[in-house]
Structures are given as C-alpha cells and as structure tokens.
C-alpha cells in the first residue's frame, strides 16, 4: 500500500531518484575517481553542504534568512577540535612548555591551567552530545528571543551577521582560550586513532557523505511532511498560519535549530577531515559563502544545494588558485546572477530544462524502433506531465522551484551584504 | 439587557484600544448570543477591522475585557485563541498561493498543531474525507489540486472561508466576505454563508446592504471607534444618528 503510493508520487519518486544518483557520485563516483588528497578536499565540500541542506529548511522553505550560519558551524568544529586538542596535548607531547598537558596556545599566552570550560571535553562522548547540543540551545535563544518578538525578514538576517561578527571577536579576543585568530591547529587523534594519514581521510570522507546522506533524508522528511508545507504557508502568509492556530515562533525557532544542528555537524566534520578549525570559517562572509551555496544549488532543494555546495567550492578552488584577489568578487556575481536568472538555483535548471529535455530524448529512443514513421510529435514529456498532475499535498522539489523568488527583499540584502 | 450576561458567546466589555493617543475602540461594549449572525457597519475608519483584530489577539487591547464562553481572550496568545474556537477571515484573501487548494485546507485542519505533531501527521482517509466535504460546500472540489494562487479572487475568498470551517469554530469573524466578488460569486457566497453560520455564532463586517439584509440576526453601527446605534437592520436603519454618520452618504 505504502509501495503503490510511492509509486504514484512523482515528487518521491523524484526525491529517490535524486538521492540515489547523490549517493552514487558521493559513495562510488568521487571516491573511485579521485585521489585521497582531492578527495579529501570533496570531503571539506562536503561539510558546507550540511550548512546548505539547513539553509534549504529555514531560508528556502521557512523564509528565515540566516547570515550567521557560520556560528554553528563553528561551534560544531570548535566543539571537535577542543576534544582533539586536549587528546593532542599530552603532558609527554607538550612537555616543552612551562605548564605541560594543556594545549599549546594556551602556554604561550600564559595561561597555567586548562580553563574549567575546556574541562569536559576530554570526553568524546560528551563532545559528540555537545556538537549537536550546543547549537539547538543557542538557536533555540536567538530563536526565541527574536521570532517570539516578532523580529524577522531583513531585520533577522542583519541581527545573525551580527552574531557572526560578534563570535569572530570573540573568538580572536580570547587568544588564550580559544587559539585566537590562528584557530585551533595540529590536530592528531580521534580517540587514539591517527587522522592524518591518507587511510583516515578516506575513511573520514565516507563518515562524512554517510553523514551528509542522512542529513538529506532527514531534510527531505521534514519537507515532505506537514511542517514543511507549514514553513512554505509561514514564508507567504504568516498572519494567515498564526490564526489557523500555529504557533508561528515554535516553528521558526524549531527549523532554525535543525539548521544549526546540520551546520555543527557539518562543523565537526570539516575539523576532523581539514585538521584545525579558525574563527574564518565562523565569520560574516562564511556565513554569505554558505547562503549563496545553496541559493546556487536552489534554495528549495535539498539535493540541489549538496551540488550548489560542492560545484562553488570546487569553482572556488580551481578560480582562487589562479585568481585569488578576483574570487569574492566573482563569488558575488554568481550570487547576483543566479538570483536575477536562476531563481531556484541548479534544481530549477534540471527541472525545467535538462528533465523535459531527457524525457524528451528518451521518448524519442522507445517510440523510433517501434515505429520508425512516427512524427516527432511535441508531446509533454512524461515527468512534466508528471509534475503538473502530482499529488494534491506532495511538496516536489520541482513544483516549489518553479515557484518565482517570494522574498525578494532578503535575497537583495544578502545581495548587497554579499559585495 | 433582557439576558444575563453568562448567556453570550462572546462578552466584550469597555474595549479600547490607542494607538499613539488615537482611541481606534473606545469602551466598546458587544454581546454576541449562540447562534446570532452579527453585522458590522460603519463609515470608513470606524474601528471595524480593528475590533475583529483585537478579539482575535492580532492586536493588543489597552483596556476592558473579551470573553470568550469563559476565557479571557485578551490575555491568550493568538493560536490559543484559535484553538478555543475564534475562526477569523481577513479582509483580503489570505491563502497560501505556493499550496494547492487541499493543502491549504489541510493545514487548517485540527489536527497536528504542534511542532512534532506536525511532523507526524498523516493524511488519513478522515482528513481527506474532510477536506473533499468542506471543498464541496465552498464550490472548489474540481480545484482540489490547483495551486491556490491560479484561483480567482471570489474562488480565494471561498478558500480562506473554508478553511475556517475545517477547524469548526464557534465563534466566526469575517472582514467583507463579499468585496470585490461578482454578482454571481456573491449570491453563491451569501448562500455558502448563510448555510454555515448556521450552528455557530458569527461577526460580520459587510458594507453591501442587500448582502447585510439577508444575513444579520442584529447590526452593531460604529462610529470613531464607538457603539453609535445597534438593533436590527430596521431598527438602525431608522436612526438619525446612523442615517447622519453613513446611509445618508
């Protein structure tokens, strides 16, 4: 019964598909093709599209435009490399220093002792708890403080650049306690086990794309469920959800907690496979960086912004190594040019041109054999057909990304924020 | 008044509200009995809209009380309100245009509120039976699977009214059901409302006097933001006062 519904749902179907092929390139393409050290650099794509597939929750569907997403991807990855650090620091690695056994950064600010703070982080079970703990209750604070108050669109967005910018700070004020602006470096063991060599990077890769699979699944319930068509109800009508008797904060503050979460996961990750963590990766433009990830790969598809993710990082590697000075500049006109022309991103791209175009040439193929004759009648491909009888309910990808940008005016903000 | 004050619905007494200085409501005192189909009217400015925000929560009153059978509605939050069974319409069609006409009667259905309620919520054979029975009473069961903004404006109208009577509310409150509808979508609007203001009580703000003569159990005038006359159409038709402030315009 629950088979023959899949079956009949052209956004399921779509969304299965979709995973697939993303598991196929993540699992077996990429890991097949590539060496351990590009894969390695994948594997730290990767972890900005945890950041993008919660951007897909709260800002494409949800319509809160986060700017500080970069705060919970480093709370995650500070969260992590704490608990490296302190495995790192040894009293027999660091006894060199004049207080042995804490982390070296903080010996040469003089610190005598490991702060009482850092103190649980010995424990990997309490740092994993932590990774994802820590951002659901700061999100939860600033979701509640602010979507309780009524505080959203534009004035949101400004409040969470702020918060970035307050963390980064932060984070290069507090040299002793935090590595300063040098981060947190020389990162070793995870739990005794060596992450350096090329053996661990592959296997932290497959961690990660197992990681960044789930999140998608998970995304992707969320979004097929009521509450995902409650977000997109909110986006466009809040007063009207408000009175059909919703508590609109509890769910706002509720999606921009998964954001987080995906984000410090994403955080840790990123730690684990680059081997430090910085407050660069924390900061305003980060967090722009990681906003324009998904508004490339279309900020209604949870599939499409794992590929916005990697196709801008990848763009931004091969363009900065050439072009360094140029690359923000070119990042922002990627970002305007996809907002003006592209609205939803990649996945609106694949749904409106590359799919009637696949069924159409695959039409093409079944009916020539049998009936060599027959006219090359403009027939609406099968899956448009598909998308255009779906099921009443059925949040597709493909119907919401052809939906014309409803919030014009954050995506403009974060335009201009962006140059 | 003839009845004890326990008896109505809705009690809503010294309602006043500031903005600024500026008493939109002023001491404004309403009883709504079970079952009455009330109609507001007034000139432009009177505090109509303003009064329906207030018992609904979407404004902040400055003083005096809203009870609701035997809740303080001004001290709920608005989805309380809702849920303790104050539908509200807004004067422009407020739909989800990204939705189609089942999912944006979905969401109104009472059912799966909470945040992991609505996580959990599946479209059993009762909600679908509901929806596709409230989706024939307000004349779109052939747009079941359109999207909501490919409806006419009329066809919106008819959408956010059944979506208000998914949830069953008893007390209803509708801001011009009627605006900007064509003849015909207004004689099929009066009969749809006519139909369901039957097992509840409900607050109308209309400005169409024929429209008013069909439904109203009694009419409340206002006038800057206070009671000016209230009675039946006849009653307030016959008003100086109500012929001075707005039919004699």
Same mark, same amino acid.
């Given at each position: 019964m629950r088979l023959s519904f899949s079956a009949s749902d052209p956004g399921l179907r779509r969304q299965i598909i979709g995973l697939a092929l993303l598991a196929a390139l993540l699992l077996v393409a990429l890991p097949l093709g590539l060496d351990a050290f590009r894969l390695n650099l994948f594997g730290k794509y990767l972890c900005f599209a945890f950041v993008a597939i919660g951007l897909v929750l709260c800002w494409g569907m949800g319509g809160i435009l986060s700017l500080g997403q970069g705060v919970f991807f480093g709370l995650g990855g500070y969260a992590m490399a704490m608990y490296l650090k302190l495995e790192a620091s040894t009293p027999e690695a660091t006894k060199i220093q004049s207080t042995p056994g804490i982390p070296d950064f903080m010996d040469w600010n003089q610190l005598k002792a490991l702060p009482l703070w850092w103190e649980p982080f010995h424990s990997l079970p309490f740092t994993l708890i932590a990774i994802i703990a820590l951002p659901v209750a700061f999100a939860f604070i600033i979701g509640?403080?602010?979507?309780?108050?009524?505080?959203?669109?534009?004035?949101?967005?400004?409040?969470?650049?702020?918060?970035? $910018?307050? #963390? @980064?700070?932060?984070?290069?004020?507090?040299?002793g306690y935090t590595g300063g602006v040098n981060g947190i470096t020389?990162?070793? &063991? *995870?739990? /005794?086990?060596?992450?350096?060599?090329d053996s661990a990077r592959v296997t932290l890769y497959f961690v990660c794309a197992g990681l960044l699979l789930l999140a998608a699944v998970l995304a992707l319930f969320v979004q097929r469920s009521k509450l995902g068509r409650i977000l997109i109800a909110m986006r466009d009508q809040e007063?009207?959800?408000?009175?059909?008797? =919703?508590?609109?904060?509890?769910?706002?503050?509720?999606?921009?907690?998964? !954001?987080?979460?995906?984000?410090?996961?994403? /955080?840790?990750?990123?730690?684990?496979?680059?081997?430090?963590?910085?407050? %660069?990766?924390?900061?305003?433009?980060? +967090?722009?960086?990681?906003?324009?990830?998904? #508004?490339?790969?279309?900020?209604? +598809?949870?599939? !499409?912004?794992? =590929?916005?993710?990697?196709?801008?990082?990848?763009?931004? &590697? +091969?363009?900065?190594?050439?072009?360094?000075?140029?690359?923000?500049? /070119? *990042? !922002?006109?990627?970002?305007?040019?996809?907002?003006?022309?592209?609205? +939803?991103?990649? #996945?609106?791209?694949?749904v409106e041109r590359i799919e009637p175009l696949l069924a159409r040439?695959?039409?093409?193929? %079944?009916?020539?054999?049998?009936?060599?004759?027959?006219?090359?009648?403009?027939?609406?491909?099968?899956? &448009?057909?598909? #998308?255009? !009888?779906?099921?009443? /309910?059925?949040?597709?990808?493909? $119907?919401?990304?052809?939906?014309?940008?409803?919030? @014009?005016?954050?995506?403009?903000?974060?335009?201009?924020?962006?140059? | 008044m003839f009845e004890e004050p326990s008896h109505f619905i809705l009690t809503v007494e010294g309602l006043t509200v500031s903005f600024d200085g500026f008493k939109a409501v002023d001491g404004l005192n309403l009883y709504i009995a079970p079952n009455e189909c009330r109609v507001i009217i007034g000139p432009n400015g009177a505090g109509k809209t303003t009064v329906l925000d207030l018992i609904c929560g979407r404004t902040k009153a400055t003083g005096g009380s809203v009870r609701f059978r035997d809740m303080e509605l001004l001290k709920m939050r608005e989805d309380q309100i809702v849920h303790a069974g104050v539908g509200r319409k807004f004067q422009t069609p407020s739909v989800y245009e990204d939705l189609t006409v089942f999912e944006n009667l979905e969401i109104s259905y009472p059912k799966g509120h909470g945040v992991f309620g609505a996580l959990a919520f599946r479209r059993d054979a009762a909600v679908r039976d509901r929806i596709r029975d409230i989706a024939e009473q307000i004349f779109l069961d052939d747009s079941l699977e359109k999207k909501a903004g490919l409806l006419s404006h009329g066809q919106k109208q008819w959408l956010e009214i059944g979506m208000l009577l998914i949830q069953d509310p008893q007390l209803l409150m509708l801001d011009e059901p009627v605006a900007g509808m064509s003849v015909a979508e207004r004689r099929k609007t009066a009969e749809l409302l006519n139909r369901i203001i039957q097992d509840?009580?409900?607050?109308?703000?209309?400005h169409d006097m024929s429209f008013v003569e069909d439904i109203a159990t009694r009419v409340t005038v206002l006038h800057q933001g206070k009671l000016l006359s209230e009675g039946s159409l006849a009653h307030v038709k016959a008003d100086p006062r109500v012929a001075e402030v707005y039919l004699g315009h």
């Open positions: 509640t403080a602010m979507f309780r108050r009524r505080v959203g669109g534009v004035y949101f967005a400004i409040i969470t650049q702020a918060i970035a $910018a307050i #963390a @980064t700070i932060l984070i290069i004020g507090q040299q020389d990162l070793r &063991t *995870l739990h /005794g086990w060596d992450i350096r060599p007063d009207r959800v408000r009175f059909s008797g =919703y508590d609109v904060a509890a769910f706002k503050t509720f999606v921009f907690c998964l !954001g987080a979460v995906f984000a410090s996961v994403g /955080g840790a990750m990123f730690t684990l496979q680059v081997g430090f963590m910085s407050p %660069t990766i924390v900061g305003i433009v980060p +967090s722009i960086e990681m906003v324009i990830f998904c #508004a490339v790969g279309g900020r209604l +598809s949870v599939i !499409g912004a794992v =590929y916005g993710a990697l196709l801008v990082n990848l763009a931004r &590697t +091969s363009f900065s190594e050439s072009f360094p000075e140029l690359w923000l500049f /070119g *990042l !922002g006109a990627l970002f305007i040019a996809v907002v003006m022309a592209f609205p +939803s991103g990649l #996945a609106g791209v694949w040439l695959l039409r093409r193929k %079944t009916t020539t054999p049998a009936d060599p004759n027959a006219p090359e009648a403009p027939e609406p491909a099968p899956l &448009t057909r598909d #998308a255009a !009888g779906r099921r009443p /309910g059925a949040a597709t990808l493909n $119907a919401l990304s052809t939906n014309p940008l409803p919030a @014009t005016p954050m995506t403009d903000a974060a335009a201009r924020a962006a140059l | 509840r009580s409900v607050i109308v703000i209309e």
